[in-house]
């Protein structure tokens, strides 16, 4: 079984930056395309960005490109969003997810899923 784990969310200022990290410390991660999801409240949850196996590829939404990295450490078994330049409407509860055969960007694509971890941008 896939056990992805979530940390790094909490409180930010409006301008500030917050690092995700997620974690599979019962499988080898390099088998694994990840994406970041997030989900607001009532609203539909939304892609964020995606990384493929060797983190050679990347995908990312509009609304984050050029603020958000994704990247990742297959040696430790991690994978990273760098937050930058947050806004309050990035506010939302930020999920991890693993998909089996490629990068992808829709959560029907998503084989395994993590808790999330909240992130909430003050003004």
């Known amino acids: 079984q896939v056990q992805l784990v979530e940390s790094g969310g909490g409180l930010v200022q409006a301008g500030g930056s917050l690092r995700l990290s997620c974690t599979d410390s019962?499988?080898?991660?390099?088998?694994?395309?990840i994406a970041w999801f997030r989900q607001a409240p009532e609203k539909e949850r939304e892609f964020v960005a995606a990384?493929?196996?060797?983190?050679?590829?990347?995908y990312y939404a509009d609304s984050v490109r050029g603020r958000f990295t994704i990247s990742r450490d297959n040696a430790k078994n991690t994978v990273y969003l760098q937050m930058n330049s947050l806004k309050p409407e990035d506010t939302a509860v930020y999920y991890c997810?693993?998909?089996?055969?490629?990068?992808?960007?829709?959560?029907?694509?998503?084989?395994?899923w993590g808790k999330g971890a909240l992130v909430t941008v003050s003004s």
């Open positions: 997810a693993a998909n089996a055969l490629s990068i992808a960007t829709t959560t029907g694509a998503m084989d395994f």
């Open positions: 019962g499988h080898t991660f390099s088998k694994w395309s």
């Open positions: 990384i493929n196996r060797n983190g050679d590829r990347t």
